[in-house]
C-alpha cells in the first residue's frame, strides 16, 4: 500500500536538548538535579493534566513555580532558563516542507496548550498538514485514539502512514494500529529508514 501521510513527535525530535547545560545550571540554583526539575516540569501531576487539556499550560507553570516556591513573576525567566538548551532540527523541517509537496505531513504531540502558537510563532507551522496536539484533543499517545484522530485527519490508513518518535513506547503503539514507525535516534539515521518506505511505496 502507499504510503500517502508521514507524522512526527515533536519534543525529543523536532526539537531536541541540544545542550544539557543550561538547565543543569538552573537546576543548581534551586538545590534540584537536572533529573528532578524535568520531573517536576514534565511529569508532575500538573503536567499531566496540561497534557491533557485539563488545565491550561499557564496554570501548570503556576503549579511548578509554587513548588520551587518562586513568586509567579519569575515564571518567564524558568521558561527561558529550562529551555535555553533546546533547539529546532531545522534539517528536519526542510526535509518535512520537501516531502509534503508529495505525502501529506502530520505533528503527534504529548504536549501542553501553548505548543500551536509556539510553533506558528517560529514560523515552522507550514511543514505540517495536521497539528494533532494532545492538550487540544484531550488524549494523549501512547493511547490507540490520538493516532486514529489523526489518522482521520489526514484521512489515511494506518497502513498508509508512518510515524516518528523517540519514546518505545509510542512507536509501539502506532505499530498495533496497523501504522508503520521508526524510532528517532539521530536525523540522519530516521531518514535513511525512512527514505526506503517513502520510495517503495510510491
Do not use: C
Not at 502507499?2 to 543548581?28: N, Q, S
Amino acid at each position: 500500500m502507499t504510503i500517502r501521510a508521514v507524522y512526527f513527535d515533536f519534543g525529543g525530535v523536532l526539537i531536541r536538548t541540544e545542550d544539557p547545560a543550561p538547565r543543569a545550571r538552573l537546576a543548581e540554583n534551586l538545590g534540584l538535579s537536572s533529573r528532578e526539575i524535568e520531573q517536576l516540569v514534565f511529569e508532575s501531576a500538573s503536567a499531566v493534566q496540561a497534557m491533557v487539556g485539563e488545565i491550561p499550560e499557564e496554570q501548570h507553570w503556576q503549579a511548578v513555580a509554587r513548588t520551587l516556591r518562586l513568586p509567579e513573576s519569575e515564571i518567564p525567566k524558568l521558561q527561558e532558563e529550562f529551555f535555553r538548551g533546546d533547539h529546532w532540527d531545522t534539517r528536519l523541517f526542510d526535509f518535512l516542507r520537501l516531502q509534503r509537496k508529495m505525502v501529506k505531513i502530520g505533528l503527534i504531540s504529548n504536549a501542553w496548550s501553548g505548543l500551536r502558537s509556539v510553533i506558528v510563532n517560529e514560523k515552522f507551522d507550514d511543514a505540517f498538514d495536521a497539528m494533532i496536539i494532545s492538550a487540544e484533543v484531550g488524549v494523549a499517545k501512547p493511547d490507540a485514539g490520538i493516532y486514529r484522530l489523526a489518522l482521520e485527519k489526514l484521512d489515511v490508513e494506518p497502513p498508509e502512514a508512518v510515524f516518528i518518535d523517540d519514546v518505545l513506547v509510542n512507536v509501539e503503539a502506532a505499530r498495533a494500529v496497523g501504522m508503520h514507525a521508526i524510532q528517532f535516534t539521530r536525523t540522519e539515521a530516521v531518514l535513511d529508514e525512512l527514505m526506503p518506505l517513502l520510495s517503495n511505496h510510491r
